[in-house]
């Protein structure tokens, strides 16, 4: 429980026996965490620890696992679904901002639905902390710090706006913008219209007659602190393209960014190292095409009739090109890792329930440990997102977030038992949480 | 089919070794049909580091330099298409009347296979173009087709920058009659450019002065805090027409639209320009002419809506006659891979000579995208964009054999099989990969109205815009 406005002291809790893992890939066996006002005070080899007399202990029979809480660097859990096509504007050419699919100035805070089933399944799937965003078109609005504790998450927020978000999706219908390029001269004109609204502000607040008063836009305003780099754009791009005209508008209005998504980004491992850019890189991975499947992959004799019975020339060499990309995509956050990009996690819409297949896969193919997945689950994101020594890791001073697995998490049989976010504990239901 | 589909897919090498690079070649003892003078038999054509260094006899190679047999070929100036819509993303941002601000340099597909195969037609430079959805589209990029590149690869150098207008029906239909938005009318399309250079002339005053008077507020040479003026994108592209910084390539089609539109031209002084497809242009020929419009054109392609009804394919040879600088252009996926056919119809219907057909693939078009001092002809100092063919370019059995750009060859015909720069999507079979860009593009795909559709039914013809 976090720290009481009230003045009298929680008691403290603990976890006994358990196997504790932190974000560096150390493991300790027989291991005690002891949390009090949502804080960790102890964390290590029982014959380090003192319990304190006061505290709620729940023993691990030596078999459960504690990681650090997950962290999701871009999520749309809770975020209500668009609106429809939003109907004909009189003008095509000018639907105003909210049609434009231009709303900076929303918080996920204002919207989120407690009841959003996403939000307890990733508490079971061990995210215990997530930057949320909102469901829209090119600036759905802000991203915001949650604490993640299912129907309790709304009454759990941790910072409002720590980025804004921004992506390459056209305005729905008939509607401006409806093109790449046209999202790529509204993101330039949108900068230009606040600057000289701001400046407008400015002349007025400086004069006390005589100037005529600016309008309240509070899409425009929204996007101060993104061009004062006081806040950064948290852009989804994917593809290789994409991520050229992010850094093009970057060049232009310079702005900070951190790259969301990226299933390409590692095209431009070294642009981004250059720039400093932080990747929150979903694993929304490519499925592996038919004739690449071995027997190991559960594909059952009717697809495999599926499969020509000659392999000519040229397929052998699409197969090879083939091979090749799905690698490509596959060692994505691998190539960025390891060209010196920082690299946390991000949903971003990716299905919840599918987190733990394709960490597999990651660990399987890509040459990923598990300490190094779990590095991008926890202390990495928490690194880009600025939390770095709140988040992110078990040890003494950070919030307790964490989650007790009663196996390994990349493990599939693994089941979160206790989701622990802020302090607060919440038991799952481990009928659901397959 | 079989070599259709060694087309398709059979692609090998590695898209890394592609891009901007310069490449040497001595192209030894092939007819030179260098387009500004003349032809030239058995010569030999040297290019160094992407840039023809000398034409001669008995040229040898530097060390180091491929020597490329052509003796009993012809080699001549890549071709050059002044209207295309292949390697785009999206092609109309058609929502507005006016969207000066938005350009195809920022919507650029470099992994479309239609490069490929306009290369193995000898291609080599296109004029992406906007689409002709509103009066006063998006902006032009003018690419070279290094195709393995990337998006910044494929950009043309040194071309100046173009923008696309379009006057008739599409603009009329996609805006007056289905969102009820001027222009419904011819009328309406000429008062569009009218308003918005006035408009554009109001905002380059407007905005010099707010520049001026705020840093004289800043310097304290003003006590006034001035109220700000917007930087406007798309203002600041009209205002860059009316300097004369962009060169305007016109999508018309009736004679009287462009009499308004060269009317309207020479009332705000803007002086390079292009009118595309044209149809009509024969007509006025003269006054074209004395205006120093040039035309770029269908060999013979129309009736396709009400308004290119009236046309004949005797249009090119025509303009041709009367001194207008004409090209022959594709506006087509299909149509680029045989340009070379497109220009010989000039020469069948119109009796233009050989040597002006092929001006209209080449140097014409390259004279309306201001890269005539690159590409365009054969001539020491340009740019070694050329392509060998198998037998004389007008001919309908002569294949272009092999594509240089730069002096590196991109287009192979003997080695199309190992040739493997297409996209691989690692969740797409074989036989998908193949039907790709059919599936996704249909015979449609590459034109000028892709993404607003005007499609005729029994009602008419209706307006469809296409959003992803």
Sequence with gaps: MAASLQGWSQPAEAFENVIIHTADGEVVDGGTIVWRD????????????????????????????????????????????????????????????????????????????????????AAEMGFTTAALGLKGQMLPGQVDLFFIRGKQTPDNLLEEGVGVLAQFKEAKGPAYPSTT???????????????????Q????????????????????????????????????????????????????????MVLVSGKEAYTKA????????????????????????????????????TQPAEVTEEMQHFRERQQQAYKERINNINTL???????????????????????????????????????????????????????????????????VFDNPFTEEKAKGLFSVSNGEVTELDSESSN | MKKIVLLFF?????????????????????TLITITDGNKENTDLLIEDGVITEIGRDLSAPDGVETIDASGKYVMPGIVDAHSHIAAVDVNEWTHPVTAEVTMEESIDPNDINMYWALAGGVTSIHLMHGSANVIGGQNETLKLRYGGDMDELRFEGAPRTIKFALGENPTRVHGQRFNVQPRTRMGVEQIVRDHFDAAFDYQRNRREYLEAREAYEEGARGEAPVPVAKNARMEVLVDILEGDIR????????????????????????????????????????????????????????????????????????????????????????IRHLNHEAAKTVHYGGTSKQDALRMITINPAMQLGIDDKVGSIEEGKHGDIAIWSGHPLSIYSMAEATFVDGKKYFDRDKDADDMRLEVNPEEDFEH????????????????LRGAEVRFNEQGMHFRHQTR
């Design chain 1, 181 to 199: 390029m046209g999202l790529m001269a509204q993101f330039r004109q949108l900068f230009y219209d606040a600057e000289a609204l701001h400046r």
């Design chain 2, 248 to 335: 305007v390539h016109c999508h018309s089609y009736r004679a009287d639209e462009i009499m308004m539109l060269m009317r309207v031209f020479d009332d705000y002084g803007i002086e390079n320009y292009t009118f595309q497809h044209a149809n009509e242009a024969f007509k006025v020929a003269p006054e074209l002419r004395k205006n120093g419009a040039y035309t770029s054109v269908f060999s013979d392609w129309w009736a396709y809506k009400f308004e290119v009804y009236y046309s004949t394919a005797f249009n090119a040879s025509i303009l041709n006659a009367n001194g207008v600088i004409n090209s022959i252009n594709s506006d087509s996926g299909e149509l």
């Design chain 1, 337 to 403: 890792r390891e060209s010196g990009v920082r690299v946390g996690y991000s949903s971003n819409g990716f299905n919840t329930s599918a987190i733990r297949k394709n960490l597999l896969i990651l660990k399987e193919e890509s040459g990923m440990n598990e300490s190094q997945l779990l590095n991008i689950l926890t202390q990495s994101t928490a690194d880009i997102l600025g939390y770095g020594q709140r988040l992110g890791d078990l040890e003494e001073g950070r919030l307790a977030n964490f989650t």
């Design chain 2, 10 to 30: 059979a692609l090998l090498l590695s898209p890394a070794g592609y891009a901007q690079e310069k490449g040497s070649v001595l192209i030894s003892g092939g």
């Design chain 1, 201 to 256: 502000q400015e002349y007025f607040a400086s004069v006390s007659s005589s100037y005529p008063a600016p309008q309240k836009e509070k899409e425009l305003e929204a996007l101060y602190p993104v061009m004062k780099q006081k806040q950064p754009f948290f852009f989804v791009a994917d593809s290789k393209e994409n991520i050229e005209r992010v850094l093009w508008l970057q060049d232009e209005l310079g702005f900070d």
């Design chain 1, 270 to 305: 070294q642009e981004l190292r250059r720039r400093e850019i932080p990747v929150l890189a979903g694993i929304d991975l490519p499925e592996k095409p038919d004739w690449m499947s071995t027997d190991d992959d559960g594909k059952d004799e009717k697809d495999r009739d």
């Design chain 2, 433 to 448: 990969a193949g039907r790709r860009w059919y599936e996704e593009h249909g015979r449609r795909g590459g034109t000028c």
């Design chain 1, 38 to 121: 949502g804080i960790i005070r102890s964390v290590g080899p029982e014959e380090e620890v003192t319990i304190p007399f006061d505290a709620y202990v729940r023993d691990g029979g030596d078999s459960l696992h504690v990681y650090p809480g997950f962290i999701d660097g871009m999520a749309l859990w809770g975020s209500p679904d668009t609106d429809g096509p939003g109907g004909t504007p009189d003008e095509p050419g000018n639907p105003g901002y909210k049609r434009a699919g231009i709303q900076p100035q929303r918080y996920p805070s204002e919207h989120l639905k407690a009841n959003d089933q996403a939000l307890e399944k």
